[in-house]
């Protein structure tokens, strides 16, 4: 696994907000790491979710399609911004 990945895994404890900017290839593999170490409530939000949304297909389908989760895509630039609260 990655540095960034073993850390984390590594790390005790729940969450309330994820603030992700890693490889778009990555963004499923870290959703699915800390989804269930998120508190109810907590918020997700993923960076970069318009513009490279054809590197991230598998996230993007899990954040719409995973029933824990209520998700907006916010678009201020040209980036836009997945945010996601658990239920």
């Given at each position: 696994?990655?540095a960034?990945v073993?850390?984390?895994?590594?790390?005790?404890?729940?969450?309330?907000?994820?603030?992700?900017?890693?490889?778009?290839?990555?963004?499923?593999?870290?959703?699915?790491?800390?989804?269930?170490?998120?508190?109810?409530?907590?918020?997700?939000?993923?960076?970069?979710?318009?513009?490279?949304?054809?590197?991230?297909?598998?996230?993007?389908?899990?954040?719409?399609?995973?029933?824990?989760?209520?998700t907006?895509?916010?678009?201020?630039?040209?980036?836009?911004?997945?945010?996601?609260?658990?239920?």
């Amino acid at each position: 696994a990655p540095a960034d990945v073993a850390i984390l895994e590594l790390r005790q404890g729940s969450f309330d907000f994820v603030f992700l900017e890693a490889w778009k290839k990555d963004y499923k593999r870290f959703l699915d790491l800390m989804l269930p170490r998120m508190n109810k409530g907590g918020l997700f939000v993923a960076h970069n979710v318009v513009n490279k949304r054809s590197e991230m297909g598998d996230f993007l389908d899990a954040i719409w399609k995973t029933p824990a989760l209520w998700t907006t895509i916010v678009s201020p630039s040209s980036e836009g911004m997945s945010v996601s609260v658990k239920r």
